[in-house]
């Protein structure tokens, strides 16, 4: 069974876990998608993080403010948390530690299942630690490495990210998610346990997407430790000959193979014509 995965154009229904991230434009837009992401783990009975930017006091009345949520805000199941507060850093920085946030929010979960709830689901604006190239480097390998999680554990998030702050480089963390908004990336690589691969690619790479392939790959490639890198393409709709060649590449100096599954006679056609060596597409066995 393949992971659920969707361009989406509403955060409600994603029950009773999934890994989304929403590239938005004001305030007004990340409250709403915050609110129907809340008020399907509510009911789901998960514990409920939200980060965001600003005082818990203002965050707290932002929650009240939110249909089917206020009603909850005493009861224990959501805490509020100014989004300074919500990450961990590396000492003396504002860039994320991958690790030692992965593990604290491990901790939440374990806290959240040993009293009573089914999950957790976090709800947090990601955009004051994805400003910089060296942020979006530590930020990528957390989305990773989380989203891995979140493939096997009841943990869901929501990712919110500022576009109108952070322009294309949003794209950068948002590609790394199964569920993504309407219009802001134009492919995913997220984590698939199920179909026995190290990720899986859905959506498109064309030309206009060749340098943010290229940045994602030089990303979390390091995070595999294999010798052959499986990727299950059969939710990709197109790649193009110039990406083929750079997974050639990669995997040429990373001295390793990478092993596409798809169904998509193109893509076998043009590894045989381009004369790949590291790169092969095969049928996924049943």
């Known amino acids: 069974m393949m992971r659920a995965q969707a361009v989406l154009d509403s955060a409600a229904g994603l029950a009773p876990f999934g890994h989304v991230a929403w590239g938005y434009q004001n305030r007004a837009e990340f409250l709403s998608r915050a609110a129907e992401y809340i008020a399907d783990g509510l009911r789901q009975n998960q514990f409920i993080v939200y ?3 600003g005082t818990r006091e203002t965050l707290r009345a932002e929650l009240a403010a939110m ?21 961990v850093y590396l000492s003396g920085s504002d860039v994320v530690d991958a690790d030692a946030a992965l593990a604290r929010y491990l901790s939440v979960l374990e806290w959240a299942i040993a009293n009573g709830y089914t999950g957790v689901r976090a709800i947090a604006n990601v955009t004051p630690v994805a400003r910089t190239a060296v942020q979006r480097d530590a930020l990528a390998r957390l989305e990773y490495l989380i989203d891995q999680r979140m493939a096997v554990l009841p943990v869901a998030a929501l990712c919110a990210y500022d576009t109108g702050v952070l322009g294309a480089a949003a794209e950068e963390l948002i590609c790394l998610h199964p569920f993504v908004s309407e ?19 859905a959506g498109e790479i064309d030309a206009s997407a060749d340098a943010l392939f290229e ?6 490639w390091p995070l595999e430790s294999g010798h052959t890198l499986r990727i299950d393409a059969q939710r990709l709709t197109f790649i193009s000959h110039q990406q083929l060649v750079m997974l ?14 798809t ?3 193109v ?7 381009l004369g790949l060596r590291h790169v092969r597409a095969d049928a996924k066995p049943v």
């Open 248 to 261: 050639e590449e990669r995997a040429r100096e990373q001295d390793s193979k990478v092993q596409l599954w």
């Open 67 to 87: 249909p089917g949520v206020g009603e909850y805000l005493g009861s224990g199941r959501i805490t509020a948390i100014p989004a300074q507060d919500y990450f």
């Open 263 to 265: 169904e998509q006679p």
């Open 51 to 53: 980060a965001a930017q």
């Open 215 to 220: 940045t994602t790959l030089r990303r979390v």
């Open 267 to 273: 893509i076998n056609r043009l590894v045989d014509v």
């Open 183 to 201: 219009g802001s990336v134009k492919f995913r690589l997220y984590a698939d346990p199920d179909a026995d691969v190290d990720f899986a690619l």
